[in-house]
């Protein structure tokens, strides 16, 4: 009976599912380099907690610049401390970035990174999808160089501009 069911369950789940994981960016191969990057202005909201629930704070931080009129540019993350280290917990700095003239929204803090060398890890993946692949691609690369991961990392996430787009996420670590 399951030898004659198996091309209907291949069809009706497996298939779709590879779809999903294939139209969200999973099968995309992540760039690795080393190169400069920067300088950022963000504002941002200060965030601890566990590195699941971050997406709340930064809903907030686009919320204070909608309220303020604000253009918001990239979603940027400044991850301050290891989630490994602490059961997934984490310190960091969440908001957007903020051009030069704009002025700082109510309620977030102004915050600003510096032209810096950098390993970069780029992605085209949806916002859940991506961080997982550059952190991991990341970590592959300098494990050929014996070094690891180190805090802070910054992560960025432009947006395609369309629902059914994916994005662009870059993960920088100060080299």
Do not use: C
């Not at 760039?31 to 971050?54: C, F, H, K």
């Not at 984490?90 to 510096?114: D, M, W």
């Not at 970069?120 to 859940?128: D, G, I, P, R």
């Amino acid at each position: 009976m399951l030898k004659k069911q198996w091309p209907a369950f291949v069809l009706a789940f497996l298939l779709p599912l590879l779809g999903v994981f294939w139209w969200w960016g999973g099968f995309n191969a992540v760039a690795v380099t080393e190169t400069e990057a920067g300088p950022y202005r963000y504002a941002y909201l200060d965030y601890e907690g566990q590195i699941s629930n971050m997406r709340k704070t930064q809903r907030r931080a686009l919320d204070e610049f909608n309220a303020a009129k604000v253009a918001a540019g990239d979603t940027i993350s400044v991850i301050l401390t290891d989630p490994r280290a602490d059961r997934g917990k984490v310190r960091a700095q969440l908001g957007y970035t903020l051009a030069e003239n704009a002025p700082l929204p109510q309620g977030l803090k102004e915050g600003r990174i510096e032209r810096r060398p950098v390993y970069s890890a780029q992605v085209h993946a949806a916002v859940l999808l991506a961080p997982s692949k550059a952190y991991q691609a990341l970590s592959d690369a300098l494990e050929a160089r014996r070094q690891i991961i180190a805090m802070p990392t910054v992560e960025l996430y432009r947006p395609a501009g369309q629902a059914y787009r994916i994005g662009t996420f870059t993960l920088e670590m100060n080299r």
